[in-house]
């Protein structure tokens, strides 16, 4: 597993720039721009993330096709299943208990 996934993962825009491609794949910059600024309020500039689409696609996870004039950006999530093949979810355990997706509870107090 790469440095260079981690490394894009960790910074909230590009993780934001993942979930826009999620949503809709196939956008251009212009387009990635405009959403970022009106859903997530990341006013970053072009230049900035075109930057960061860089960094994300030297981690493996967003690919580039030309069309005409057009760049249009793709998600691509293989390099994201080996972090889950790696570190896989337990399995919930048998009977009535907290689902997986529930927050962890803090222990009580000593005593308490």
Known sequence: ??????????????R???DELTERDGQTLFELCARLRSRHGIGSS?????QHLAVLAEAGLVTAE???RSKHHHL??????????????P????????????PIQPHPPNGA
């Open 16 to 18: 934001a720039i993942l």
């Open 46 to 50: 072009r230049q900035a993330i075109s």
């Open 76 to 89: 691509h999530t293989a390099p994201l299943r080996e972090i889950q093949r790696r570190w896989p979810a």
């Open 66 to 68: 030309r069309r005409g």
């Open 91 to 102: 399995a919930p355990p048998d009977g009535p208990g907290p689902s997986p997706t529930s």
């Open 1 to 14: 597993m790469s440095e260079e996934l981690f490394r894009a993962l960790a910074d909230a825009t590009r």
